[in-house]
């Protein structure tokens, strides 16, 4: 068990919906990073935050968006679905920081499987 | 531009024999450089990691990596593979932008 909490762990919905995933890092860590694993696409990073801030965006659709909360939990919001969003979304966090940089070393949630119909 | 490159997709080898799985990277400066392994429904875990210093690094589950600044590569080697290490491998690199990148990953399978 990583510590990382992340729900649901199963979504099936239908093109246009929207949906909330969310994630709870592990006690005392700032930073949250989401991934979406897919089979042809590997594991791309979403976008990061560190203590409520967003600090880094990656391939993150503009239908995609992430906030980070007070309490650190963090939701990933994925609105106007299409089929070729279903993934594994993962949502990973981290304490360890060197000269302001995250040292990389993640505890990863079992993820959430959207399946879009 | 930034990048992770797992060369491999697949790998097959047989139980007991030896494994190298390849990473190379493209930035430019000296990377945090580490190995994650996913087994089947699970998410990432960190199998070892290299920030500074002794270029051979050794990690969890008899797993070992060497940094090679000229190669920009950061190769992962076990001398013996057990059935239980077929799983999923993904090489990532700490980028300046505080973003974290991962390699595609590469199939390990595992032949008895």
């Known amino acids: 068990d990583s510590g990382v909490t992340q729900t649901p762990k199963h979504l099936i919905t239908a093109t246009g919906q929207r949906v909330t995933l969310r994630c709870s890092p592990r006690?005392?860590?700032?930073?949250v990073y989401w991934y979406q694993q897919s089979l042809d696409q590997g594991l791309q990073f979403l976008i990061h935050?560190?203590?409520?801030?967003?600090?880094a965006k990656g391939n993150i659709l503009e239908r995609f968006s992430a906030q980070q909360f007070p309490d650190l939990h963090s939701e990933l919001n994925l609105s106007s679905l299409e089929l070729g969003d279903s993934a594994l979304y993962f949502c990973a966090s981290s304490t360890s920081r060197d000269r302001g940089l995250d040292t990389g070393e993640l505890f990863f949630g079992e993820g959430s499987r959207l399946t879009v119909l | 531009a930034q990048s992770v490159t797992q060369p491999d997709i697949h790998i097959t080898v047989s139980e007991g024999a030896s494994l190298e799985l390849r990473c190379n990277y493209s930035y430019g400066a000296t990377p945090y450089l580490f190995w994650y392994v996913q087994s089947p429904g699970q998410g990432l875990q960190l199998l070892l990691k290299?920030?500074?210093?002794?270029?051979l690094v050794q990690g969890i589950k008899g797993f070992e990596a060497e940094f090679k600044r000229s190669q920009s590569s950061f190769n992962l080697r076990k001398p013996s593979v057990h059935w239980s290490d077929a799983a999923e491998y993904f090489c990532a690199v700490v980028m300046g932008d505080d973003k974290i990148i991962f390699g595609k990953g590469t199939r390990l399978h595992i032949l008895p």
């Open positions: 290299y920030f500074s210093g002794d270029t």
């Open positions: 006690s005392g860590d700032l930073s």
């Open positions: 935050y560190y203590n409520g801030e967003e600090r």
